[in-house]
């Protein structure tokens, strides 16, 4: 303590120069917070919608990871009514489970024949109730979007589906959907005045499956797929309501409908099956045991287990290159408060040559006079960085209350720019701590030429 308060008087002695390294030193630390709260804030809202529409971990059907996108009949599950039971009866899964759900992909093409219009679509069939459920996941407590994330369909709904905007537009459904600031294709008039009857596989589902609804003013999609014995098949869909989705290829492509309704168009007369089950935890940290676990549960040889980084790849790498970035802005900042925190004690060394001396004639070891101007810059480390911090948190707030909102590359809706300090345990206290080691090492140099300055060429200085 009483190198400290020595240290402090010695501080106060050119306040101006003081509080220039101060300031430079609270710049540098309300940088790297402010980026990093904002880095922070994106990773667990990327993290956040995985987990709501993808859950943490996905069971497979053995090599459906690497061959199922080729040959999903091949490789579809149709026990997975049983795999379910385990997975919900198991006491250790259970305490950790929050959701579990069959889901089914597809690929096919989307005919609204009414309109002329037709275009490829992706497809993903799931349970409205369960998917409601994973959709409120929030385990962080971020308010991601102002977009409502409800599919607004319920388990009753078993002919009805949900578009995105881009894809409404394509089909020329914006009238009958009542979406704003979405047009119908002029050209669509033209051509319906001038051509009679259209042929289209519409007529494919009157034997089969007959329309659901007989009324014409219900906007309705006809989907054609193939099974998974390789037949074409087609069904009739009610399209529910239109929404934003979050990429542009969600948007322009993606067709969210009742599972029964996928089995239908996939399975047909026979066996039902699903692509998967998605399974959502109450905490991303469990994820891990709950693998294991179920690595235990079910059979290597039939089945796989996958984290949602291991099927959406882009999750990881996306860590990596903000990590990075962040890596390299730090670099940045403390390289700055670095040659600051050396040029003010160099400064400080010079104006006190003479009192060195003094102070070694008397007797005063030079670990010391090395002590002395270390805890000098100890001391304006910690003042900075703790000024830093606290306008940070001070900043992080006024940004957070403002809710502005940006819209990512190859995103549909926008989303809230946030700042978040204390989402990760231990970004706040490392980034304090390490500016505070960058101070206290940057003033070693000149307090090391202190210490071994010659007593009798530092008396005689002036």
Not at 60 to 75: E, H, L, Q
Not at 239 to 265: C, I, W, Y
């Amino acid at each position: 303590m009483r190198f400290l308060s020595i240290a402090y008087r010695n501080i106060c002695r050119n306040k101006r120069r003081s509080l220039m390294t101060v300031l430079a030193i609270a710049v540098s630390s309300v940088s790297v917070l402010l980026f990093g709260g904002n880095l922070i804030s994106i990773i667990y809202s990327l993290q956040t919608g995985y987990v709501r529409t993808a859950g943490h971990i996905h069971i497979y059907k053995r090599g459906y990871s690497r061959f199922g996108t080729a040959n999903p009949g091949a490789y579809a599950m149709t026990d997975y009514e049983r795999v379910l039971s385990i997975v919900r009866g198991d006491p250790e899964v259970k305490r950790k489970l929050r959701a579990a759900m069959p889901f089914m992909m597809l690929q096919g093409i989307a005919g609204n024949f009414k309109a002329n219009a037709s275009q490829g679509f992706t497809g993903i069939g799931i349970l409205p109730s369960q998917m409601t459920r994973f959709m409120t996941w929030d385990q962080y407590h971020l308010k991601v979007t102002k977009a409502d994330l409800s599919l607004g369909m319920g388990d009753q709904d078993v002919v009805d589906g949900v578009i995105g905007y881009g894809m409404a537009e394509n089909m020329k459904l914006c009238k009958e959907l009542k979406i704003e600031g979405c047009a119908d294709d002029p050209a669509m008039k033209k051509d319906n005045a001038g051509s009679g009857k259209t042929v289209d596989f519409s007529a494919l589902t009157d034997e089969d499956f007959p329309p659901e609804t007989a009324n014409a003013n219900i906007p309705r999609l006809d989907l054609l797929a193939a099974t998974s014995s390789g037949v074409p098949n087609v069904v009739t869909m009610t399209v529910h309501n239109a929404r934003r989705f979050g990429s542009n290829a969600q948007n322009n492509g993606l067709v969210v409908m009742h599972l029964d309704m996928a089995q239908k168009l996939i399975c047909g007369r026979g066996q039902p099956s699903v692509t998967g089950i998605m399974i959502q935890l109450n905490r991303t940290d469990d994820m891990d045991a709950v693998i294991k676990r179920l690595q235990q549960l079910l059979p290597a040889s039939d089945y796989e287990v996958k984290s949602f980084g291991e099927v959406s790849p882009m999750y990881n790498q996306t860590i990596a290159m903000f990590a990075t970035t962040f890596g390299f802005v730090a670099l940045i900042m403390g390289v700055i408060v670095l040659f600051t925190t050396i040029n003010t004690m160099s400064m400080s060394v010079m104006e006190r040559v003479s009192e060195i001396g003094t102070a070694r004639a008397l007797g005063l070891r030079r670990s010391a006079i090395m002590t002395q101007f270390v805890a000098e810059g100890f001391l304006l480390g910690v003042i900075g960085a703790t000024l830093g911090t606290v306008l940070a948190l001070a900043a992080s707030a006024v940004i957070n209350w403002a809710e502005l909102a940006w819209t990512p590359p190859d995103y549909a809706t926008p989303v809230l720019l946030s700042v978040h300090l204390f989402l990760s345990p231990f970004f706040l206290p490392a980034c304090w701590l390490g500016l505070i080691a960058v101070t206290t090492l940057s003033s070693f140099f000149p307090a090391r030429n202190a210490a071994h300055m010659p007593i009798v060429d530092a008396l005689r200085h002036h």
